[in-house]
């Protein structure tokens, strides 16, 4: 455990990747007294920059993902304090909301599949309330007439994340963080007591981790005139078969989102603004008057079992992960810095994160989920039913 500097110069802690996990680390690291290193040559460029900050537990709660269902509950819980926390640290805010969220459908086919699986959230206990169209629109007036019906969950949130990454690093910095804009080619290139690795996608070749990049284009929109958008809440919804979301801001911009492509490129595509635009415009037709400002696609790392992995990594002392957040990275952000920091101070890992561990890819059933693991990272020397991946057809936060 990290209970002393030691008598060398080196850092105590290495964070290499500096998105919005990364950048929450290195900063609780600091607040317990650590030395802290991140390297990043482009900090917040990763899949954060073209994320839209859905806080989303209830509506991203799918069929077979118990154990990461209960690890978003958990870190969005500790949102509201970790979000007035950073505002005060970092001395801005950054685009924390709490109106809620609609999940609505457009057709009956629409409001069949939405609640399907909001109906299996409310199973889950998960606070989650179907709406009848009036009840809707009384939220919401800009939906379109056609909505069919939906629900609310009160509970799921938004940040902005580029504002989110700029505060991290303020309040880093102010808590005494370094920043070095080094490539890290290979972790033996890191000199720190642990390395802890925050690299998103990167993370495979660093590591040999099974974690693939997996592609969502995205586009925002403006209100014109810079006002603010004629809704306030978050709506996910399917139009026509298509899923897509709309996130407001209070400076007028709308996000719009998103593909979910097994590529590793970043090209914007005609078909998926076209798909992405319809179904928006579908659900809230004053978006066809509003500017379009910004197609942008990104990379999120995915895992074979679309759930992060957090932890030491086997064979590797002194080297924890905290990866493959794939969609979920924002809401995350909280809990998976405080479990990742507790375990570089202590060397305990907290019962959280058995399910998450990087040998559950490898290793036998009394490594699998729910299994005890407890490590000392810092020693010197040392389908629609749930059982495959997630489809094309979902979105991202």
Known sequence: MLTT????DRPDVAVVGAGPVGAA???RCAQRGLRVVVHDPAPGSGASRVAAGMLAPVAEAYFGEHELTGLLTASAARWPDF????????GMPFGHRTEGTLVVGLTADDLAEARRLWSYQ???GLPITALRPSQLRDREPALAPRVRGGAVAPGDHQVDPRRLVTALRAAAERAGVRWSPAVVGALAEVDARVVVVAAGCGAATLTGLPVRPVKGQVLRLRAPGRAAPGFRHVIRGYADGEPVYL???TDGEVVVGATVEERADTEVTAGAVLRLLRAAVALVPELAEYDLVEAAAGLRPG????APILGPLPGQPGVLAATGHHRHGIVLTPLTADLITELVVTGVADPLLAPFAADRFTAGPAARPGAS???DPARPGDGPDGTGPRTQEETWN
């Open 83 to 90: 979000a007035a926390e950073l505002t005060e640290a970092a």
């Open 303 to 306: 895992t074979p079992d679309n």
């Open 5 to 8: 500097r030691g008598a060398d």
């Open 122 to 124: 409310q199973q889950l």
């Open 25 to 27: 680390i290195a900063w």
């Open 373 to 375: 693991r407890v490590a």
């Open 247 to 249: 996130v407001p801001r």
